[in-house]
Structure formats: C-alpha cells, structure tokens
C-alpha cells in the first residue's frame, strides 16, 4: 500500500506529461488536415475555374459556327427567292422581288446576331461562375494562414497548460509547492 501511495503521484506526473505531448500532437494533427482540406480546396476551385473558362471558349466557337450556318441558310433562302422569282417571268430588279430579298436579308442578319449574343451570353455566364471559383480558391488559401495561426495558438495553450497541469503535479511528487516554472 506504502508503495502504491509512493509511485501514484510519479504515475500522475507521467500521465500529465503523457497528456500534454498528446494535445500538442492533436492540435498539430489538426491543423495539418484543416490546412489539407484548405489547400485540395484551392486546388479543386482552380481546376473547375480552368473547365468553364474552356466552356466559355467553347460556347463562343460554337456560336461563331452557328452563325455561320445560320448566314449560309439566310443565303440558300435568299436563292430559293431569286430562283422563285426568276421563274415567275418578272424582273429580278422589281421593287417587291429586291424588297422582299432585302427583308430576307435582314432578317438573317438580326437571327445571326441573336446567335452571336447567345453565344456571348453563355460565354459571359461559364466566366462569372469560373471567376467565382477562382475567387472561392483564393479565400481557401487566405484561410491556410488563419488555420495555422490558429493551430499555432491551440498549441502554445495546450503546452501552456500542460505546464501548469506538470506545475501541479510535480508538487505531489516533490512534495514541494510546484517546480517554480511558473514564478
């Protein structure tokens, strides 16, 4: 019994020490898996900024293409006329044949530009959203210095108290009133 009352405070003071390291480990732990998660972060919102900027490239190519077979339509409809007109034995330089050819055409034209701005409108939304990943990324990496200042501080308290909890403990096996680390 002498012996069990003679070794619990060292046992004590070993399990504080014990304790102590192991806070600090956590507190390195998780910091180190908190600066991980920010970084795969970062890294996962740049490659999805990369993908919709070459979305919005394609979308612009796509509609370039389209409205090059949306003129080549407007042109085959426009022949269609001449060719309809031609074989109605009037002139293809009448008034109404060259209105209606020129409606025709305008008409091709304003469905290119709606096309175009089609194309321009979804170009315009893969890069707001791309813009907004990137933004997402860069407040990743902005929180890695955070998270490690933190992890820092939850370190230092833990040794800290880890410091007092050895302070106390060391009294029990001393017998003396602390170690005087913290005087």
């Known amino acids: 019994m002498a012996f069990a009352a003679a070794i619990l405070p060292a046992v004590t003071l070993a399990a504080t020490v014990v304790g102590t390291a192991a ?64 074989g109605s034995g009037l002139s293809l330089n009448s008034g109404s044949h060259i209105m209606t050819r020129a ?5 091709g034209r304003q469905d290119s ?17 791309s813009q907004s990943q990137m933004t997402a990324a860069q ?13 820092l501080f939850s370190a230092l308290g833990a040794v800290a108290n880890g410091v007092a909890n050895i302070d106390s403990a060391s009294t029990l096996v001393g017998g003396t009133k602390g170690t005087g680390l913290l005087r």
Not at 56 to 84: F, M, W
Not at 103 to 107: G, H, N, S, T
């Open 139 to 151: 407040g990743a990496r902005d929180r890695i210095s955070s998270i490690k200042t933190s992890g």
């Open 23 to 86: 806070s600090v480990a956590g507190s390195i732990a998780s910091t180190n898996a908190q600066t991980r998660a920010a970084e795969s972060e970062a890294q996962q919102r740049d490659a999805n900024a990369r993908v919709l900027e070459g979305n919005a490239v394609k979308a612009i190519h796509s509609s370039q293409d389209d409205v090059i077979i949306q003129d080549r339509q407007t042109l085959d409809l426009i022949g269609q006329q001449e060719a309809a007109q031609a």
């Open 103 to 107: 409606a025709a055409r305008a008409l």
């Open 113 to 129: 530009q709606r096309v175009r701005e089609a194309g321009e409108l979804e170009a315009r939304a893969y890069r707001t959203e």
